[in-house]
């Protein structure tokens, strides 16, 4: 978009997407300007329920307060799968260590990382990254459910009753899942699988370089869409702005 010639560095290795996810907007070039549905979502209970449940602490802010009954929604493996066959070529297939982070540093004008934040720590004995264990299972029957039974496709459930196991469902462009604190009755069942939410870090590594997804920036609250806008917001501020 603006001119660039960017030198992709990454393990050349496609990405599998879990479960129940979507774009809440477009990326330009990749996805279709036109939403491919609609997601609604139903919150059942209170909200200082539901955060006791997924982070232990009532008090915490969630997605709970913020989130819209009803958002336009787009495929986000559709997006993803547009982004391989656009960029696959021109990955130089390399695993980064935190050294070469810095050593990239000074060779590229801009670095944006989206590296998981760890990875790329240069005092991981120092600094803290921390998470909530949880557990997900995915392509769930949720139709005798008296909740979710008859929403059909492409919604969202969040739980703050102390009913159910599961804190959060979701059923969207038909891949299922639910979500569920990890805790000891449910690791005895095999089809739950072993997960994490990312709570934050003090990680202050690598100043210049710009740190983004939730990954990158080992930050909750961040969505698919907003690595693309900060993306283009740091190499504005770099280069001038595309506007």
Same mark, same amino acid.
């Given at each position: ?16 997407? &879990? ?6 907007k ?12 609609r ?10 329920? &539901?955060?006791?449940? =997924? ?11 913020r ?11 559709e997006? $993803? ?11 130089? !297939? ?7 982070? =810095? ?24 600094? $803290? ?14 139709? !005798? /459910?008296?909740?979710?039974? /008859?929403?059909?496709?492409n919604? =969202?459930? &969040?739980n ?9 469902a ?27 939410k ?5 990680? /202050?590594?690598?100043?210049? #370089? #710009? ?8 930050e909750?609250? #961040? ?13 504005? /501020? ?6």
């Amino acid at each position: 978009m603006h001119g660039l010639e960017p030198a992709i560095i990454s393990k050349k290795q496609k990405s599998v997407i &879990y479960g129940a996810q979507y774009l809440h907007k477009p990326i330009p070039g990749l996805s279709s300007q036109l939403p491919a549905s609609r997601i609604r979502t139903i919150r059942a209970g209170a909200p200082e329920v &539901y955060a006791e449940r =997924v982070y232990g602490m009532g008090t915490m802010r969630t997605s709970w307060e913020r989130v819209e009954p009803v958002a336009q929604a787009w495929d986000l493996r559709e997006t $993803y799968d547009a982004a391989w066959e656009e960029f696959k070529d021109e990955i130089v !297939d390399l695993a980064i260590s935190p050294s070469e982070v =810095v050593e990239f540093t000074s060779q590229f004008e801009l670095v944006i990382s989206t590296i998981p934040a760890w990875a790329i720590c240069l005092k991981p004995n120092e600094h $803290y990254f921390k998470s909530i264990s949880i557990l997900v299972q995915k392509n769930i029957d949720l139709r !005798d /459910d008296p909740v979710v039974g /008859d929403l059909g496709d492409n919604w =969202v459930v &969040y739980n703050g009753t102390h009913d159910r196991a599961w804190y959060r469902a979701s059923s969207i462009f038909g891949h299922t899942s639910v979500e569920a604190r990890s805790e000891q009755a449910l690791l005895n069942n095999k089809k739950w699988e072993p997960g994490f939410k990312i709570v934050g870090t003090d990680c /202050d590594c690598h100043p210049a #370089v #710009v740190k983004t997804g939730r990954m990158g920036r080992w930050e909750r609250g #961040v969505l698919t869409h907003h690595a693309f806008e900060q993306t283009l917001a740091a190499i504005s /501020d770099r280069f001038g702005s595309l506007f």
